[in-house]
């Protein structure tokens, strides 16, 4: 049985994992008042086809899980290997993280940040508390990809490094 097994420790998962190449993203969405939030995200995987279904987790202890928690949308942005300095940005502290973004609005709101390869508008389908973090599976209603999609490469991150994929 499973309940009586020793868990992993958090630096060795953590170590493993890295192994792990990822995607790279921005998932945004706003506040109740408007206000854009948004962050860099690699654990973004896709879940169905039929129906679309995707989804990407958040640290319970994040400065915006009160926004995603709150909102039916949100905007997952899959990034291209020139697009580093926007997830660095994404990723950082930075209170305004939009300042001088060129973005328009959708679903619900939700900043879209253009030049990314992809672009999926998601309503929230399902949030699943699972240990430290809430999975959010999202149902993708709209998908817009960049015309140079096929020939650019993605971003991608391994061992704690960006790198072209």
Request: charged content about 15%.
């Amino acid at each position: 049985m499973l309940e009586n097994t020793p868990s992993a420790s958090a630096d060795a998962l953590r170590a493993a994992l890295s192994e792990f190449a990822t995607g790279v993203t921005i998932v945004t969405t706003t506040q109740a008042d408007g206000t854009p939030v948004g962050l860099t995200v690699n654990s973004f995987n896709a879940v169905s086809l039929a129906p679309p279904l995707v989804l990407w987790s958040l640290d319970k202890s994040s400065r915006t899980i009160d926004a995603f928690t709150a909102n039916d949308c949100f905007a997952v942005h899959i990034l291209a290997a020139d697009q580093e300095a926007l997830a660095m940005r994404f990723a950082s502290r930075d209170q305004d993280r939009f300042a001088g973004l060129d973005t328009t609005a959708g679903m619900g709101g939700a900043p879209l940040i253009l030049g990314a390869l992809a672009c999926l508008q998601c309503r929230v389908h399902q949030q699943i508390e699972a240990g430290d973090h809430i999975i959010f599976i999202g149902w993708v209603s709209t998908v817009t990809t960049a015309t140079n999609a096929t020939t650019q490469p993605a971003l991608g991150y391994h061992r704690r490094r960006f790198l072209t994929l």
